[in-house]
């Protein structure tokens, strides 16, 4: 408007990131002529004779000169002008506090994902040394299941086959008479994809007969065995390829991309790029119809393999809970196949020679010679660093590099700082920074590199100058408007980028306003938070009673923050977050630190009481694990010191995939002492386990209770 030059006219300048508003010497310029104008006004009048002079101060005659004299009210515009400036600062302020509570809810939805998986990575990693090298506690045959690359795997998958080719003798096509969902013929057809989607689609759905089920994931392995470990696409024919990220079982987002971008098809061809379960709802669903899509499709679907396509997060993370509840009578069989579908799935894929896509990302050490050329069948899960079988000298040696090679790209995450550095958030992968992304794609004549992995606000994310692009498909990811989902497609010869965002359920969150939307994801960050400090309460307790030698249960705000802080270690804006977790005491303005427990205790089980994030897997050789118990616990005290913790692991220590250091002992120790008495106990031994080692047996938690509680090392502990 042409305002620039006017210092008076309260603009909204901008200058290094920050608001500025000039309006104040315009007030006061306007205040002096105002009183510069009454004042000869006062003059210019008569006083009247009449001793009437105090009629003159009263408010209707002393101010009679502001409502006669139009020069010295403000005119229209610049009221219109004033108001709109004070709504813009009123609004700009309103949207910058509800950025904040947006941004620290998100660092604390983060935080607490990074931190479970890499407790689940820590844990499992120690169990998996423990029960391959502590000596006399297992038998051949149990010892053999600890590796990823072990024989009792196929032997299992041999059985498996048999019992599958069993029923087809049975009678595959013959399902039971009282099934009422839809029929699916092998080879899939299209008719049989759509209505699939059809049956799928519908809140009220009958159950696709775990036949079918079975079919689907019997010819995907079929198919997937005959894939290269990284996939080629191009776009010679389709001129676009459309590459999606993680999905986690929210089935509305796939059906919203099949809506917005048409179905997967050679000339429409789809990049999923891993973790297509776990967490979601309709885990199975989403898996079971890209599944389909690729054996309906040939070339029209590329299936990468994410983290989360490994039955050992399945565990933790609920999509072995979803397939129990579902297929209660043939969970076992289906996971099976489940678990033989994750084996064979691609690590990548490469489009025109020039994109790599990846789940993860890459290390300083990523080979893609030595990842197109490894054995990928061996490793049903990540977590289970490899054991050769072979003779051969050097051969373990491999095994692990290559295991390096596959854990690097399917778990790291891009830095903004240069460098290669171990991923200590996750407990797995690394972190890579612009420098080796640089000297990545020049080395393998790359334009960009492609991956998920990470939740993003709008959906994806450019980093290291463009050159690292994240993408995330899951919409509401955390909570309802959390985040957008959203697609990336590569159009043309030059792969130019084109973004679509979208967000299903988008009914519900259109009649959310802003404040809403921030205010419910808010409140169910602040739910998954306090049970994290529940579950932390000794040791905050102990660290709050470090500032606090009078025992008043008051302590500063800084202690207060620092304190959480070493206990949780979760990273957090922990002064932020004090008006969300904490009362003030307001006479000492300090905090009152024991109310950072109050008032969540109900929450919390109403929470977990709905959660499909519950470990489903319990335990296939209990009395091995008691034998190994029995053997740390060398006084036979019925509980494990740390003592007798550091000599079980100082013999496992040459075996652990990475050196463990004494902090590291302690904190493994500690996150196996469930009630947080220094000891661990045979009870929390077992629970610790159940916890880590997916290979066991299914039960209900309720059964394992009870049969750890008839242990007779228990006896003496329970009576209590």
């Known amino acids: ?316 993370y609920g999509f072995i809970r979803e397939v129990h509840q579902k297929y209660r009578h043939n969970a076992e069989r289906l996971l099976k196949l489940i678990e033989g579908v994750y084996r064979w799935l691609p690590l990548g894929t490469i489009v025109n020679n020039k994109v790599l896509i990846v789940h993860g990302g890459i290390s300083d050490t990523t080979d893609l010679d030595l990842i197109k050329s490894l054995d990928r069948g061996k490793y049903v899960s990540l977590l289970r660093p490899p054991i050769t079988e072979s003779s051969a000298p050097g051969a373990e040696m491999i095994d692990k590099v290559e295991w390096k090679q596959v854990f690097d790209i399917l778990w790291s995450d891009p830095q903004p700082s240069e460098g290669c550095i171990p991923n200590a958030l996750r407990g797995a992968g690394t972190y890579f920074g612009p420098d080796v992304t640089k000297k990545f794609l020049k080395r393998n004549k790359l334009m960009y590199l492609i991956r998920s992995h990470e939740c993003k606000p709008d959906g994806y994310e450019l980093l290291h100058n463009g050159k690292v692009i994240t993408i995330f498909s899951a919409s509401n990811y955390y909570e309802l408007g959390s985040n957008k989902g959203a697609y990336l497609k590569l159009v043309g010869p030059q792969l130019a980028t084109h973004f679509v965002q979208y967000t299903s359920a988008l009914s519900k969150t259109k009649r959310l306003t802003f404040r809403q939307r921030v205010g419910l994801v808010e409140s169910s960050a602040i739910r998954e938070l306090s049970a994290q400090i529940l579950s932390k309460r000794a040791e905050l307790e102990a660290e709050f009673k470090k500032y606090d030698a009078e025992n008043t249960e008051l302590i500063t705000v800084s202690e207060w923050c620092r304190g959480m802080e070493d206990a949780t270690e979760l990273g957090l804006p922990w002064r932020m977050l004090r008006d969300k977790l904490v009362t003030m005491d307001l006479e000492t303005n300090k905090v009152l630190y024991m109310t950072t427990f109050e008032g969540f205790e109900t929450d919390i089980i109403n929470c977990h009481a709905s959660s499909t994030t519950v470990v489903e897997t319990l335990y296939r050789n209990k009395s091995s694990l008691e034998a190994i118990f029995r053997i740390i616990d060398k006084d036979n005290s019925g509980y494990i010191s740390l003592e007798e913790f550091s000599d079980a692991c100082n013999l496992l220590r040459q075996h652990m995939p990475n050196p463990i250091t004494q902090e590291q002992l302690v904190d493994i120790c500690r996150l196996m002492d469930i009630n947080k008495d220094g000891l661990v106990d045979l009870n929390e031994f077992l629970e610790t386990f159940r916890l880590v080692d997916t290979d066991h047996q299914r039960r209900d938690d309720i059964q394992v209770l009870e049969d750890a509680k008839k242990s007779p090392v228990l006896s003496s502990r329970t009576g209590d």
């Open 1 to 316: 408007m042409g305002c620039s030059g006017s210092r008076g006219c309260g603009c909204v300048t901008f200058k290094n990131k920050s608001i500025k508003y000039d309006e104040d010497s315009t007030s006061s310029y306007r205040s002096s002529d105002a009183s510069e104008a009454q004042v000869k006004t006062l003059r210019r009048r008569k006083l009247p004779t009449d001793g009437g002079f105090l009629r003159i101060l009263s408010p209707r005659n002393l101010f009679r000169g502001w409502r006669k004299n139009e020069d010295l009210s403000m005119t229209k515009i610049e009221r219109t002008m004033k108001a709109a400036i004070l709504i813009q600062r009123w609004y700009r302020r309103y949207l910058a506090r509800m950025e904040v509570r947006r941004r620290y809810t998100w660092t604390i939805f983060q935080s607490i994902e990074y931190a479970g998986e890499q407790d689940q990575v820590k844990l499992y990693n120690f169990f998996n040394a423990l029960l391959t090298h502590m000596p006399d506690t297992t038998t051949k045959t149990f010892g053999s299941g600890a590796t990823s690359k072990s024989s009792s795997i196929d032997t299992v998958d041999m059985k498996y086959e048999d019992e599958s080719d069993d029923v087809e003798e049975e009678g595959m096509q013959n399902v039971d008479r009282d099934y009422r969902g839809i029929h699916i013929n092998f080879p899939m057809k299209r008719p049989d994809l759509d209505s699939l989607i059809e049956t799928f689609r519908k809140k009220k759905q009958h159950k696709l007969h775990a036949r079918y089920v079975a079919g689907i994931l019997k010819e995907s392995i079929a198919k997937l065995k005959r894939l290269p470990n990284l996939n080629q696409a191009s776009t010679a024919i389709s001129k676009q390829v459309t590459i999606c990220g993680d999905l986690h079982g929210k089935l509305d987002d796939l059906l919203v991309i099949f809506h917005k971008n048409g179905l997967p098809s050679p000339e429409n061809p789809y990049v999923f790029n891993g973790d297509f379960v776990d967490r979601g709802k309709k885990s199975l669903e989403v898996f079971l119809l890209l599944l389909s899509c690729m054996l309906v499709f040939p070339g029209g679907v590329f299936l990468n393999r994410g983290n989360h396509e490994d039955h050992i997060m399945n565990a933790r």
